[in-house]
Structures are given as structure tokens and as C-alpha cells.
């Protein structure tokens, strides 16, 4: 926490489902996947002349997002705790994002903070409440509203101003390292305790918040944590833009001393990366003007500056990143007889069942990222040649050294698709070997079960854990599951989500047939953060599920849509966490058909 003197801001109702920042109302065809976001907004917050609930200081206020979804309020996140003040401008900044065709309501609401006792739940600790939608902040950039109490009562002349900004999609962030020497000593028995603020100066002249440092205790020498902000946060990606720092006296009672300022750039800002350092002067005014030989208030000294770029999915793809694509099939019972009509794997002539279309239209976007366009084919739940013993992690092709499908000619290869399905009028040809293999092992195989899915996600998983030990960019696997049952592993399948989370991996699960998949949900975070059975979270959501009959009706290219949709962002959360930059961008391969490369 940034402002460490500020007691956390604990719960103030009881735990609810948190809300993901621009919930709301989402494609018909695709109930589970997000909307395309058109940008990220940082919001921050700052009220004035709240009310006084404290009889001996005032007011510890602290502020709480919430975010409308389904006619309900969910808390989205909530601000530090300032102690004693009816002025706070609060460090803690909201991140949302921003759908222009959605109306995204937002509730900002204000609580007089008892430390461990937490935010109260009386009305007596209610300093009051506004509402808005993110697109009124977003399109005034500047909001300042009167804060109502209950009954739409005004909470005297509180108001609450919120100040929006957008993260450009290439936004990179700065890290910083700060230190002072020979602060004034505010203190009357001790040494002064000072925290630094860091302030950027807009083109209106006013001053936005940007960064509050922790309080270090009795010491005129401190030395502050190292802390990240955005570029865009700090100077607006513009380097020559006037920062301003501060250095307070922490006081318990709010009333904080000034020790002095200083100016600066990130322009100036940047000459201290690698061995060098930045210093400055801190500057107290009043005594520069009423002190003769008064030189400074002590030095403010920038020990480090290390810039992080964030990379895009493109930049991992143009790069050289991989998408190496494994496709799992359900061969349980369940789906029926192959050779009778009715089943799920029945191979009619004229039309594809829906193992084969889900399949084509997911794995005809994947090749593109694949250099050797060669899928891995993997089965579940049946009983295989020779022994006929059941397993969960077949290879399909029965080629247990390498499980990649290759179609064995291209003419008979596609007269085979032809006969499944014309999905396209050009079929991939990783596709068509993964549909010849489904075809040809078929006939071989007894379908029996049950539906164990946690075997294949441990078997990719072990493939993409011998990638990540490369400690490169180059490799990142997606696990298609096609199934048409509810997992009965399910408590294993938890277990190995969880493990994968780790790993440069994401999991589509798309549900074939009429099954009620009500409880497959849990395996999509959307709705709440997975947890193993001992408890432990996902570092990141990584899997998708969605039921295949919400797509019956609709072209192929709908469920690759909504099913890959969270796959760019995946990927680059992965990347981010493990710190990989993307690999040196590939020069371009010449195609021996052309005269010149392209």
C-alpha cells in the first residue's frame, strides 16, 4: 500500500462476488465472453468538505468502487484509508474498462474508516455516496458531484471530484527508486517522519496525484520503497511535461508539515538509469525568502530509474511466438452408437456433427500462428487398441511418440473434408489430418468413460512447463476440450487448472450436445476466481467454456470469436508476470513462388 500510515480499508458488507471492471451486457451469442474493450480508464478520487463523524479528530475517510451488473451493486475496489481529514486526494487508482457501446453505472461511496474495527456499517459512518457511469467521466474527463446521504439528503457541502484518464493500449511503466538526505526536522522531541509525494502539473496548471510514498519513521535520511507507475500516469508519455515533488512531515492528526518541493521532468528524470543518479534541491519557500543564508530544506536524490515497456500479442507474435494448438475429444459413452444417426460422433456424408465444426472453425484461426500447422489430437474416455484397456490421453493418430496429425494426401485429404463438411472453401491442412485421424480411429475404438479431463490438461501442461524453462517467448499452448458431459474429475481438473495457470497455456472447453453444463461454469472464472481443492487460486483465468448450441444457429466463425477471445490477453498476462520480452521480430520469410520477397 502506498500510503503506509493509512490503515487498510476493510470490508464494509459482506463479501461478495467481485465485479470485473466494465461488467455488463455481452454478445447474444456468446454469454460468457467479454465485449471487445475499447480501452482501459484510470480513475482517481479526491472529495472535499466531508463531514465530521470523529468527536475528538476528524473523519478517516476511505472510498469504495462498486459497479452495477444485473441490477445489483458489486464492490469493484476501494481506496487507502486517510486519517484524519475532510480534504483527502486519495493515491489509490481505479482501473476500468471502458465499453462505448455499454452503459457501465458506477457507485462511489465515502466511509469514515475505524482502523481494525473496520468501515462501519451504521449510518453514522456513511459520509455519502454519488452515482454516475464511466462514460460521463470518460467524456468530461473532470467530474465533481455533491455526496448524498440516505433518502437523497445532501451530505452537507461534501463533494467528490473524479478525474478520468485513458491507458493507451502501448502504455509502458516506470519504476522508481527515491531517497532524501538532511530533511528539516519538524519534530520537537524526534526526528521527523517524511513521505514523498510526486505530483504531475496538466496544461490547466493544476496538479494531479500521481504517486504517495510510504511515512518512514524518525529519520531525516530515508529512504523510500522503490514504486511503479504508469507512464501515462506520471508525465502523459510526455517527457517535458513539469513534475512537481513534496516532502511531508507525517503527523497522526493529519496536519502534516511541509519540509519543501522540488521540479522536475521525466525528461530530467531519465539520467538516472544505470549507475548515475538525479538529485534536487527540496525548496521550502517561506524560508528562502525570510532566511538569508538559506540554501535548502535537504536533497531529494532519484537512486534508479528502470522503464518497462508492456508488450502487445503482437509484439510476442511478430516476435516469433508460437500458438501450438492441441485438440481433445470426448469419446465417453454418453455420445451414443457412432454408427447410429442419433450420436454425437455419427459421420454423415453431407453434414459435420458438431465435434467436426467446433474443431474446424477454433483450428482455422490457430494455424495461422503455427508454423508447421500440425495440430496434436488427443482422445478421453474410451477403451483403445491392443488391450482395449480405458485411457484419457490417447493419441488419436495411436501414435503415442507424436501425437501431431498430417493428413496423408492433399486430393484425398480434402474429398475427404468434403464429405464431412465443406466449412470453408479452403481447409487447413493440420485441420484435415486431425479430421482423418477423428475419422479413421473411430471404427477402432469402444466408446465407454468416464468424462476424466485432468490427465490431457496435466499432459500439455508438462509440454508447456518444458517450454517455460527456456525462459523465452517462443511457445504458448491452447487446449481445445470438446465434450458432451460434465467433467467427473472434477476436483482433479480444479487441481490442474490451477498448476496450468503457471504455465504459457489457456484451456477453450466448448460443450457438444443438449447436457445441462451448469456446473462446467466453475471451471470459467468469469464468474468468481477458481480455486484447487486445497484452496489455492489461479494466478490467471485461462479457461473458457462455452456450450456449443448457443452457436447452432450462427456462422463458424462466431465460436472461434467468442472462444479466443480472451487468448491475446492471456497470453500477454503470461509473458508480463514471467518478465519475457518478446524474441528479436523475424525477417521475412521469401516464398519461392515470387521474384522478390514480401
Not at 509473458?575 to 521469401?590: E, I, Q, V
Request: aromatic share 10%; charged share 25%.
Amino acid at each position: 500500500m502506498p500510503f503506509a500510515h493509512g490503515a487498510a480499508c476493510p470490508p464494509a458488507r459482506p463479501a461478495a462476488p467481485r465485479a470485473p471492471a466494465g461488467m455488463g451486457a455481452v454478445p447474444e451469442l456468446c454469454p460468457q465472453a467479454p465485449l471487445a474493450v475499447l480501452s482501459k480508464v484510470e480513475l482517481r478520487v479526491s472529495c472535499k468538505h466531508l463531514l465530521d463523524r470523529d468527536t475528538l479528530n476528524k473523519s478517516d475517510p476511505c472510498v469504495l468502487l462498486l459497479m452495477q451488473s444485473q441490477g445489483q451493486w458489486m464492490e469493484v475496489d476501494r481506496s487507502e484509508v486517510i486519517k484524519s481529514n475532510l480534504n483527502p486526494v486519495f493515491a489509490k487508482i481505479f482501473t476500468v474498462d471502458y465499453y462505448f457501446e455499454e452503459v457501465q453505472k458506477l457507485r462511489f461511496e465515502v466511509y469514515d474508516s475505524h482502523g481494525h474495527a473496520g468501515v462501519g456499517t451504521h449510518d453514522d459512518d456513511f459520509l455519502g455516496g454519488m452515482e454516475c457511469t464511466v462514460g460521463q467521466i470518460v467524456a468530461q474527463k473532470r467530474v465533481t458531484k455533491p455526496l448524498f446521504l440516505k433518502y437523497g439528503k445532501f451530505a452537507g457541502k461534501s463533494t467528490i471530484t473524479i478525474i478520468s484518464e485513458e491507458i493507451s493500449g502501448n502504455n509502458g511503466y516506470v519504476e522508481l527508486a527515491f531517497r532524501a538526505k538532511k530533511l528539516d526536522d519538524k519534530d520537537l522531541f524526534s526526528k521527523s517522519d517524511p513521505f514523498l509525494e510526486i505530483y504531475r502539473i496538466d496544461d490547466d496548471r493544476s496538479e494531479q496525484l500521481v504517486y504517495r510514498t510510504e511515512v518512514v519513521k524518525n529519520n531525516l535520511s530515508p529512504v523510500w520503497e522503490p514504486f511503479k507507475v504508469s507512464l501515462n500516469s506520471l508525465c502523459s508519455c510526455e517527457e517535458k511535461r513539469k513534475l512537481r515533488g513534496v516532502v511531508w512531515d507525517y503527523d497522526s492528526r493529519g496536519k502534516h508539515d511541509f519540509i519543501g518541493e522540488f521540479f522536475t521532468t521525466f525528461e530530467e528524470m531519465q539520467k538516472a538509469m544505470g549507475e548515475n543518479k538525479v538529485q534536487w534541491d527540496c525548496m521550502n519557500p517561506k524560508y528562502k525568502i525570510k532566511k538569508r543564508n538559506y540554501k535548502n530544506s535537504g536533497v531529494v536524490v532519484l537512486l534508479d530509474l528502470k522503464i518497462h515497456r508492456v508488450y502487445s500479442f503482437l509484439d510476442y507474435i511478430m516476435g516469433g511466438c508460437q500458438i501450438h494448438f492441441t485438440v481433445a475429444i470426448d469419446f465417453t459413452a454418453s455420445n451414443g452408437d457412432p454408427r447410429n444417426s442419433c450420436s454425437l460422433h455419427y459421420i454423415n456424408p453431407y453434414q459435420p456433427n458438431e465435434y467436426l465444426k467446433a474443431l474446424v472453425a477454433v483450428g482455422e484461426i490457430c494455424q495461422d500462428y503455427d508454423s508447421d500447422k500440425k495440430f496434436s489430437a488427443l482422445g478421453f474416455g474410451a477403451r483403445i487398441p491392443p488391450k482395449y484397456e480405458v485411457s484419457h490421453d490417447f493419441a488419436i493418430n495411436f501414435n503415442p511418440d507424436n501425437d501431431e496429425c498430417e493428413g496423408k494426401s492433399s486430393s484425398s485429404g480434402v474429398q475427404s473434408m468434403a464429405r464431412v463438411s465443406l466449412l470453408t472453401s479452403h481447409t487447413p491442412a493440420g485441420i484435415q489430418g486431425v479430421v482423418e485421424s477423428y475419422q479413421s480411429c473411430l471404427p477402432k475404438i469402444q466408446l465407454y468413460g468416464p468424462t476424466n479431463v485432468a490427465p490431457i490438461i496435466t499432459k500439455v501442461a508438462r509440454v508447456a512447463a518444458d517450454e517455460e524453462r527456456t525462459k523465452e517467448a517462443s511457445q504458448y499452448f491452447i487446449l481445445l476440450i470438446l465434450t458432451d458431459g460434465v467433467v467427473t474429475d472434477m476436483a482433479d481438473t480444479r487441481e490442474a487448472i490451477v498448476r496450468a495457470s503457471y504455465l504459457p497455456m489457456s484451456i477453450i472447453i466448448v460443450g457438444v450436445g443438449n447436457a445441462d453444463f451448469t456446473d462446467m461454469q466453475i471451471l470459467d472464472g468469469d464468474d468468481g476466481v477458481l480455486r484447487s481443492p486445497k484452496g489455492e487460486p489461479v494466478l490467471r483465468d485461462i479457461v473458457q467454456f462455452v456450450p456449443f448450441r448457443e452457436f447452432k444457429n450462427a456462422s463458424p466463425t462466431a465460436l472461434a470469436k467468442c472462444v479466443l477471445a480472451e487468448v491475446p490477453k492471456q497470453v500477454v498476462e503470461y509473458y508480463s508476470y514471467k518478465a519475457f520480452p518478446p524474441r528479436c521480430p523475424r525477417p521475412p520469410t521469401p516464398d519461392p513462388s515470387l521474384s522478390s520477397p514480401q
